[in-house]
Structures are given as structure tokens and as C-alpha cells.
């Protein structure tokens, strides 16, 4: 099966800043990966699909790039709002999985 | 608008069966192309898929919960099920069930619901 790793694990950052958090696969995936963020009591919400398509709603200073094993989200300019949990996830095979996670707290 | 709700005991006791349903609406869960997963967080920690049934009949399972998975759909009731059989208190998790399509990532999610494994 295809293992994700995401880091960093936590990030510190302030409003406006610019933010990256990295997933690598196993194996490649194409780019057939999406990313979540997680606020606590809530389930995820999509935020890119096909590794760099923005989900319809999400503000355009998210966005994703990669293909490959080699994933990045970027936050061009964070938010209150974004200090949150990411997850990477795979869907390339039939067997899913999730990154580990990176918290995004504030400095 | 497509929504997915999860429902069972809160509680289940160890080496018993926990069992979950996902009741669909806005959507029927026999459409074409869809499949019906289950995902689960344990408190605190991150997020690990437990398996999906596609709208075929045909379902996967994370290697690791195979042996005690089983997932099935009830097309009458527009539901699909989850049993995880043998459980222990690392099983302990809040469940979601999500519906995603073909060569897409799991769009919809319920909002999930807490399992306790104590006696």
C-alpha cells in the first residue's frame, strides 16, 4: 500500500505569512492527491482535488502543485481562519490513505 | 444537496462488534460511479481510512482492518453499513462516512459520530 508523508507535523506562523506544507508518496500517485483542512469537531473539508485543482468556494490563496510523489499546499496568505489541521490524501489505487497531518497554529 | 449521516452505539464493549450505518439523502446510493467509504480519527490524532464499497457491490479494505471489516450497503433503506468485529480501545474513534466519485476524492462526509470501546 501507499504510504503519505506530510511535514512538517506543526507550523508556526502569523497572519500574511505564506505558508508550504510538503507530501510525499511511497510511490507515484500521478496526481490523483487532494488536500483537507480539519478544524477540531468538524470533518474535512476539500480544499484541492488532482493535486492543483481548487475546490469550488475555497479562496484562491490556497493552492497545490506537484505530480509524482512530490506534493506541496501553499497558503499565499494566511488567514485566521486557516489555523487549522491539513491531511494530504491519495487516491490513486483503490486503498486510500491519509497523511499524518500538519497543524497550523499561531506564532 | 447530497448529505450522509452516521448512526450506532456510542459505546461498544471490547472484543464485541461495532456497528455503524450511514443513512444517504439527497442521493441515491446505488448512482454509477460512486463509492461509499468509512474514515475514522482516533482523539487527537489523524485521519485513517477503514474502507469503501463501490455502487457495483465490490469493496475494499485497508490491509490492516481487513481481517475484521466488512462493509455492505442496503439499496432499499438507502444506507450503507460498517462492522468491525474484535474490537479493542485502540479502536476508539470518531467515524465518518463519505461518499466520493470515480477518480475524485471523498467530497461528501457525514459529520461523524464517537465510538467508545470501554467495559
Known amino acids: 500500500d501507499i504510504q503519505m508523508t506530510q511535514s512538517p507535523s506543526t507550523l508556526s506562523a502569523s497572519v500574511g505569512d505564506r505558508v508550504t506544507i510538503t507530501c510525499r508518496a511511497s510511490?507515484?500517485?500521478?496526481?490523483?492527491l487532494a488536500w483537507y483542512q480539519q478544524k477540531p469537531g468538524k470533518a474535512p473539508k476539500l480544499l484541492i482535488y488532482?493535486?492543483?485543482s481548487l475546490e469550488s468556494g475555497v479562496p484562491s490563496r490556497f493552492s497545490g502543485s506537484g505530480s509524482g510523489t512530490e506534493f506541496t499546499l501553499t497558503i499565499s496568505s494566511l488567514q485566521p481562519d486557516d489555523f487549522a489541521t491539513y491531511y494530504c490524501?491519495?487516491?490513486?489505487?483503490?486503498?486510500?490513505?491519509f497523511g499524518q497531518g500538519t497543524k497550523v497554529e499561531i506564532k | 444537496q447530497l448529505q450522509l449521516q452516521e448512526s450506532g452505539p456510542g459505546l461498544v464493549k471490547p472484543s464485541e462488534t461495532l456497528s455503524l450505518t450511514c443513512t444517504v439523502s439527497?442521493?441515491?446510493?446505488?448512482?454509477?460511479?460512486?463509492?461509499w467509504g468509512w474514515i475514522r480519527q482516533p482523539p487527537g490524532k489523524g485521519l485513517e481510512w477503514i474502507g469503501s464499497?463501490?455502487?457495483?457491490?465490490?469493496?475494499y479494505y485497508n490491509p490492516s482492518l481487513k481481517s475484521r471489516v466488512t462493509i455492505s450497503v442496503d439499496t432499499s433503506k438507502n444506507q450503507f453499513s460498517l462492522k468491525l468485529s474484535s474490537v479493542t480501545a485502540a479502536d476508539t474513534a470518531v467515524y465518518y462516512c463519505?461518499?466520493?466519485?470515480?477518480?475524485?476524492?471523498?467530497?461528501?462526509w457525514g459529520q461523524g459520530t464517537l465510538v467508545t470501546v470501554s467495559s
Open positions: 463519505a461518499r466520493a466519485r470515480s477518480y475524485d476524492p471523498p467530497r461528501g
Open positions: 510511490q507515484s500517485i500521478s496526481s490523483w
Open positions: 439527497g442521493g441515491s446510493i446505488s448512482s454509477s460511479s460512486y463509492y
Open positions: 464499497i463501490y455502487y457495483s457491490g465490490s469493496t
Open positions: 488532482k493535486a492543483s
Open positions: 490524501q491519495q487516491y490513486n489505487s483503490y486503498l486510500w490513505t
